[in-house]
């Protein structure tokens, strides 16, 4: 049987051995030291006592539960040798240096313990006591089987907050936003479970969390931490936060008009969509259309096509369980337009055509016309229609707080008329002479031309440019002798023939004047006006002051007695050979009186010439 080196050393020095086991016997109480390791680490255990001269050998032990030592290593201070014990759980873990500090590698929680640092001389046994202290730090704390959702006014399991593997056991704490959750019955439940692992005495601590959300925890976040001790004192480590989906019931029922535009016209598209505040939102809701008799059941939207301005009213949703309803009132804006006449209208010159353009809208309507895409400064109004009155009119209306809303409709007025012919000539310097045809009427009309004697056909003839219905044609003739042209103006309606004489060249005739435009037509009818106007004036003023001048006379002296008798003749008298007496100017009133009807015929002429 081998003896172990505690047992040779004591045979052959017992009394050491004497004092060694009354130590171990009597057990004096000693200071503790106290080593704190972190599990899997190397424990480093100092022999804190002094090594004394007269040293014969250390040893470690350590004590056990019932207080029985057991040794695990052993040190010579002669032969520097060190040996172990055979204990199991320390096999090949052990280590005692030379100024007998033990380490004991992989710590575990089976070693924390008390362990004896023992230094024996000849005389005396030095024991020195060290407390062993494993700290395990747990696993990041996780919320585990999370609830898929909570609601509102009903208690539900939240989840689970685990720490695992941790030594000593950890405390778990339940936080919402950064705040503690402080148990509430029948609000806040919490229930803490811990567990230890047989084998490594590490603990698993879970705590599970029930709680009755309200609506302002939708976005709320949840976390959980554990406090543990470690080897520097007391610290907490965070779960990840996580957020729950709350449920809760449908308060307020919101219906709104899809549209890109702040306004709704005939033939749009009207999208309602119908919402509720509740968490998860209504899928379906009971839409009232304005107009049919029963709600209609739909999802959250309901599309209604091409409206028409009937759809204007009041529309609302409501929940298919609840009596919860909301509306919104919809105006689709119209506007109508009626032209009449309108299309092709085709009237002869001189007539009237009575225009109107007739707005029904929504909103007030700006309308304004154009004419061959001109804009007009008023509307048209044909009182006697003119070549220069045929066109394109065009009466356009637009609302203009309604975007894309606007109307037009077209009037092609076509003005017909009979040609009509006035001809002109002018003598030019070099002695030839130039005729030309006015003509007017629409269609255009051909003009042909012929001349006396030969009755030819002229071709040689240059044309104006058609406008308004009028054009002229125009010949350059130069007669040896006295001709007659006719000119033959001819369309659809009429054919119109006029003639004209013309001189030969060597004898001189009088020019008729040429056509004024219309604008030199106007200022001489203007002229003319005028002219009438100070003659008419002139005369007038004449009169008046001609009868002053005969009252005047009258009443300055007697009338002689042959003008007082021709005045005022007896009623039955007869004077036959009774003449005009001469009057102060040495004329007879007769011959003043057809002075005076002369001269009124002469200015009654001028002023209608």
């Not at 030291?33 to 007269?54: F, H, K, R, W």
């Not at 060290?130 to 999370?146: A, N």
């Not at 989906?245 to 033939?267: A, C, F």
């Not at 909103?363 to 109004?381: G, I, L, Y």
Request: glycine share 6%; aromatic share 8%; hydrophobic share 35%.
């Amino acid at each position: 049987m081998m003896e172990t080196p505690a047992a040779v050393f004591c045979a052959r020095r017992p009394l050491p051995c004497l004092l060694l086991l009354a130590v171990l016997c009597l057990r004096p109480g000693l200071g503790l030291y106290t080593v704190n390791a972190v599990y899997g680490d190397t424990i480093v255990m100092p022999c804190s006592q002094e090594v004394p001269n007269d040293l014969m050998f250390g040893k470690w032990k350590y004590e056990t539960a019932n207080a029985s030592p057991v040794f695990i290593a052993f040190r010579s201070s002669t032969k520097k040798n060190v040996q172990y014990d055979e204990v199991p759980e320390y096999k090949d873990r052990l280590s005692l240096s030379e100024n007998y500090t033990l380490s004991i590698k992989n710590a575990r929680i089976s070693d924390e313990k008390k362990f004896v640092c023992m230094l024996v001389t000849e005389d005396n046994v030095f024991e020195e006591p060290t407390l062993v202290k494993v700290f395990k730090q747990p696993t990041h704390p996780e919320i585990m089987h999370p609830a898929k959702f909570l609601e509102t006014e009903k208690l539900k399991m939240l989840g689970e907050c685990v720490a695992r593997e941790s030594y000593p056991d950890g405390n778990i704490t339940w936080y919402k936003n950064g705040n503690i959750l402080q148990p509430v019955e029948g609000v806040v439940v919490i229930s803490l479970q811990k567990t230890v692992n047989r084998s490594s005495g590490l603990f698993t601590t879970t705590s599970s969390l029930q709680y009755m959300p309200r609506k302002e925890d939708a976005n709320a976040q949840f976390t959980c931490s554990v406090t543990y001790y470690g080897p520097s004192g007391q610290e907490t480590i965070t779960s990840q936060p996580v957020v729950f989906d709350v449920h809760y019931p449908t308060e307020k029922v919101t219906i709104k008009v899809l549209s890109q535009r702040n306004t709704i016209k005939e033939g749009d598209n009207i999208t309602l969509k119908c919402s509720g505040n509740g968490n998860p939102p209504p899928r379906e809701f009971l839409f009232h259309i304005p107009g049919e008799p029963e709600a209609i059941r739909s999802s959250d939207t309901y599309v209604m096509t091409d409206v028409r301005r009937n759809a204007t009213g009041e529309y609302k949703c409501s929940l298919i369980d609840r009596h919860m309803k909301d509306s919104t009132t919809i105006t689709v804006h119209y506007l109508d337009l009626q032209l009449t006449p309108s299309g092709e209208v085709t009237k002869r010159i001189g007539d009237a055509l009575p225009v109107s353009c007739t707005i029904s809208s929504s909103r007030n309507a700006t309308v304004f016309w154009m004419k061959d895409n001109a804009r007009m400064q008023r509307s048209p109004s044909f009182l006697s229609l003119q070549y220069q009155d045929a066109g394109n009119y065009i009466c356009e209306t637009t609302l203009q707080e309604v975007e894309g809303l606007k109307k037009r409709k077209m009037l092609t007025l076509i003005v017909e008329g009979k040609p009509q012919i006035k001809m002109t000539k002018k003598t030019e310097s070099n002695k030839s002479k130039t005729i030309i045809c006015h003509v007017q009427g629409f269609p255009k009309p051909a003009v042909q031309w012929t001349i006396t004697g030969s009755g030819g056909i002229i071709n040689k003839t240059e044309e104006t440019k058609y406008v308004n219905g009028s054009f002229s044609s125009k010949i350059v003739i130069s007669p040896e002798e006295n001709v007659t042209l006719t000119c033959i103006a001819e369309n659809e309606l009429e054919r119109t023939v006029t003639s004209m004489n013309v001189s030969a060249i060597s004898i001189p005739e009088y020019d008729e004047p040429d056509e004024e435009n219309g604008d030199n037509r106007e200022k001489i009818n203007d002229q003319a006006k005028l002219i009438v106007g100070i003659v008419v004036g002139l005369l007038l003023a004449a009169l008046v002051a001609g009868i002053i001048y005969w009252v005047y006379m009258k009443k300055s002296k007697p009338l002689p007695r042959t003008v007082n008798h021709f005045l005022n003749p007896p009623s039955n008298s007869y004077s036959p050979n009774l003449c005009p007496q001469s009057d102060v100017n040495g004329k007879s009133e007769k011959e003043a009186a057809q002075n005076f009807q002369t001269l009124l015929r002469q200015e009654k002429k001028l002023l209608f010439t």
